[in-house]
C-alpha cells in the first residue's frame, strides 16, 4: 500500500481506482499503465491495484495461477473445501479480494496465524514469515480510524481491555468482514458482514471485537 502509484480505494476519481481497473478490457495492462503519484514507501494508501498485481506475480510464479496455488498449499491443509474466488475479464484470479469463504473457514485462517503457521499439526506457512507478515511497518493512524499500523496485507491495532493494552492483529474486507487474531487471548473472532460499502460495517465488526475483549478474564 505504499507502492507510490495514483491508486487510492477511497476516490473514485483516482486514475488507478479499483472500478476503473476492473471496467478495463484488460485490468492488467490498466494495472500497468498507472502513473506514479511519489516515490515509492513514502506514503499509505489503500489500494486494490497492488494487491492484484500481487496476486498475478504469486500465479505466474508458481505456475498455476494464485486460485491453484491457495488450493494446494492452503486451502487443502486447512481442510476447507468450499470457495468462490472471482476473476477478473482476462480470467486472473483478484487477488486484491472477491474471496468468499464461511466465518468458520474464515476462523481456520486466523487460528492458522495464532498458532504461528502450525495447523492440527502440521507446518503449512513458515512461522517466521507469520510474524513478519503481521509486524507493522507503517503507522496509518492517520488515514485509518480502525487501525494504528499495516504490515504485509494485516492490520495492527491497540486496545485498553481491562486496564492492560492488548494487540490485535487483523485482516479487513469490505463491509466489515474480519479475521481478528489476538494472540494474548489466545483468540480468534471471524465475523462475515454484507454492509459493503458502508462505514457502518466496519463500525459493528469493531463494536462486535471490543465486547468478546471485555469480556476476557486476565491469565
Not at 494495472?31 to 498485481?53: C, F, I, K, Q
Not at 504490515?151 to 491495532?157: P, V
Not at 474486507?173 to 465475523?191: Q, T
Given at each position: 500500500?505504499?507502492?507510490?502509484?495514483?491508486?487510492?480505494?477511497?476516490?473514485p476519481?483516482?486514475?488507478?481506482y479499483?472500478?476503473?481497473?476492473d471496467?478495463?478490457?484488460?485490468p492488467?495492462a490498466?494495472?500497468m499503465?498507472v502513473p506514479?503519484l511519489?516515490e515509492?514507501?513514502?506514503?499509505?494508501?489503500y489500494?486494490?491495484?497492488?494487491?492484484?498485481v500481487?496476486g498475478i506475480?504469486?500465479?505466474?510464479?508458481t505456475g498455476?495461477g494464485?486460485?491453484?496455488?491457495?488450493r494446494?498449499?492452503?486451502?487443502?491443509?486447512?481442510?476447507i473445501?468450499?470457495?468462490?474466488w472471482?476473476?477478473?475479464r482476462a480470467?486472473y484470479?483478484?487477488?486484491?479480494?472477491?474471496?468468499?469463504l464461511?466465518?468458520?473457514?474464515f476462523?481456520r485462517?486466523?487460528?492458522?496465524v495464532l498458532?504461528?503457521?502450525v495447523y492440527?499439526?502440521?507446518q503449512v506457512?513458515?512461522?517466521?514469515?507469520?510474524?513478519?507478515?503481521?509486524q507493522?511497518?507503517?503507522d496509518?493512524?492517520?488515514?485509518d480510524p480502525?487501525?494504528?499500523?499495516?504490515?504485509?496485507?494485516w492490520?495492527?491495532?491497540v486496545?485498553?481491555?481491562?486496564?492492560?493494552?492488548?494487540?490485535?492483529?487483523?485482516?479487513s474486507g469490505?463491509?466489515?468482514n474480519k479475521?481478528?487474531?489476538?494472540?494474548?487471548?489466545?483468540?480468534?473472532?471471524?465475523?462475515m458482514?454484507?454492509a459493503?460499502?458502508?462505514g457502518?460495517?466496519?463500525?459493528?465488526?469493531e463494536?462486535i471485537?471490543e465486547?468478546?475483549?471485555?469480556?476476557q478474564?486476565?491469565?
Amino acid at each position: 500500500m505504499r507502492s507510490g502509484l495514483d491508486a487510492d480505494g477511497n476516490d473514485p476519481e483516482s486514475p488507478g481506482y479499483e472500478g476503473r481497473m476492473d471496467a478495463a478490457d484488460d485490468p492488467l495492462a490498466f494495472a500497468m499503465s498507472v502513473p506514479a503519484l511519489e516515490e515509492p514507501g513514502t506514503r499509505y494508501r489503500y489500494n486494490s491495484l497492488a494487491a492484484y498485481v500481487a496476486g498475478i506475480v504469486i500465479g505466474r510464479a508458481t505456475g498455476g495461477g494464485l486460485e491453484d496455488f491457495a488450493r494446494d498449499r492452503l486451502f487443502e491443509p486447512l481442510n476447507i473445501e468450499r470457495w468462490d474466488w472471482q476473476e477478473d475479464r482476462a480470467g486472473y484470479t483478484k487477488g486484491q479480494g472477491n474471496l468468499f469463504l464461511t466465518a468458520p473457514d474464515f476462523a481456520r485462517i486466523g487460528e492458522l496465524v495464532l498458532n504461528k503457521g502450525v495447523y492440527d499439526g502440521h507446518q503449512v506457512v513458515s512461522g517466521e514469515w507469520i510474524e513478519e507478515s503481521l509486524q507493522p511497518r507503517f503507522d496509518i493512524s492517520d488515514s485509518d480510524p480502525f487501525a494504528s499500523g499495516y504490515g504485509y496485507y494485516w492490520y495492527h491495532q491497540v486496545y485498553p481491555v481491562n486496564d492492560r493494552s492488548i494487540e490485535v492483529s487483523f485482516a479487513s474486507g469490505s463491509g466489515g468482514n474480519k479475521i481478528y487474531v489476538i494472540s494474548e487471548f489466545d483468540l480468534v473472532v471471524s465475523i462475515m458482514s454484507r454492509a459493503y460499502g458502508q462505514g457502518r460495517g466496519q463500525r459493528r465488526s469493531e463494536d462486535i471485537l471490543e465486547a468478546i475483549l471485555a469480556a476476557q478474564r486476565p491469565h
